[in-house]
């Protein structure tokens, strides 16, 4: 059974440009939860979903948006980029309401120049 | 004060020794502790899930849980070379909403030398 699949795997993008990150869940979970790792610290919360509705969201700017499509792949957005966005980008998905145990995928990691 | 702290290492044994990764938290309303096992440039992967107080065995890896004083540990039995890697620890409390607030601790780097 395939796991948790994000694209792109890599990522260049200039200061002020857009960028658009995909999350395929494992198959049967609804719950899609989105983090930002800094190289160094560990995942910071930026949003979950649920049943395609935002269930919560991190300390992060308005710069950052997310969805969820009905069969519960997911989209991270990042408008405006900053140098300090550079980051790996890491979904997560859960068969929640039954657990609440996320599995990750691999990332994306973002450069942003 | 960050909610969960835990010390970055790097933590470096000898093949075969045993390996105990520790991390703290500050927020009683934590209920769920889980440990992720994270290799270079990948994502964390799943090792331990606990939500209660105690001992919890899978293998070679014990994860220990102490609610009353806010401290939770990972222990790694006859460590392997491929046990190098960095650990994090993780936490969650349901946030109003009923979704689960994960908070993770910054991570520790272990490696084991053959």
């Known amino acids: 059974d395939a796991g948790v699949t994000q694209s792109p795997t890599h990522l260049i993008k200039t200061r002020g440009q857009h960028v658009t990150l995909r999350c395929s869940p494992i198959?049967?979970?609804?719950?899609v939860s989105w983090y930002q790792q800094v190289l160094g610290q560990g995942p910071q919360f930026i949003f979950q979903y649920y049943e395609k509705e935002e269930r919560g969201r991190g300390n992060f700017p308005d710069r950052f948006s997310a969805r969820q499509f009905p069969n519960y792949s997911s989209e991270l957005n990042v408008n405006a980029l900053l140098l300090g966005d550079s980051a790996l980008y890491l979904c997560a998905s859960a068969d929640y309401p039954s657990t609440d145990t996320q599995y990750f995928g691999p990332g994306t990691r973002l450069t942003v120049l | 004060q960050k909610e969960v702290e835990q010390d970055p290492g790097p933590l470096s044994v000898p093949e075969g020794a045993i390996v105990s990764l520790n991390c703290t938290y500050s927020?009683?309303?934590?209920?769920?502790f889980m440990w992720y096992r994270q290799y270079s440039r990948k994502g964390p992967e799943l090792l331990m899930y606990?939500?209660?107080?105690g001992n919890k065995e899978d293998g070679r890896f014990t994860a220990q849980v102490d609610k009353s004083s806010k401290y939770i540990s990972l222990f790694i039995r006859d460590s392997q070379p491929s046990d190098s890697a960095t650990y994090l620890c993780a936490m969650s409390a349901q946030i109003s909403g009923g979704y689960q607030k994960v908070t993770f601790g910054t991570g520790t780097k272990l490696q084991v030398i053959p």
């Open positions: 606990t939500y209660s107080s």
């Open positions: 927020n009683s309303a934590f209920q769920y």
């Open positions: 198959s049967g979970h609804k719950s």
